[in-house]
């Protein structure tokens, strides 16, 4: 059974900088495409960026540009660098994996329990 931990949430003020990190277990962490996903209260879950086992990444468009993902297969950790972040990026942040996983929510299997971020104006 693969388990994805979120950490790294918190406060920050617009314009700021915040990491998040995701620590998958198991041995097939290198087969499954990895995702960010974001849901503000309200709203509907929102792609925010993928990698996939290969290393290819595609981001949303709302975070394009500010937003890093990356991966660690020696660790079994995903990250996401966010800059410039602004009070809209305010949302629960879901790591996940999947092995076809892309842009749809639908495509991932296993989910964390997600991590609060907070940007303050």
């Known amino acids: 059974q693969v388990q994805l931990v979120e950490s790294g949430g918190g406060l920050v003020q617009a314009g700021g900088s915040l990491r998040l990190s995701c620590a998958v277990s198991?041995?097939?962490?290198?087969?499954?495409?990895m995702g960010w996903f974001r849901q503000a209260p309200g709203e509907e879950r929102e792609f925010v960026a993928r990698?996939?086992?290969?290393?290819?990444?595609d981001y949303g468009d709302s975070v394009k540009g500010r937003f890093t993902i990356s991966r660690d297969n020696a660790k079994n950790t995903v990250s996401l660098q966010m800059s410039s972040l602004k009070p809209e990026d305010t949302a629960v942040y879901y790591c996940?994996?999947?092995?076809?996983?892309?842009?749809?929510?639908?495509?991932?299997?296993?989910w964390g329990q997600g991590t609060q971020v907070t940007v303050s104006s």
């Open positions: 996940a994996a999947g092995v076809t996983g892309g842009s749809g929510a639908r495509q991932y299997a296993y």
């Open positions: 198991g041995r097939a962490f290198r087969i499954y495409n």
């Open positions: 990698i996939s086992s290969g290393g290819s990444t």
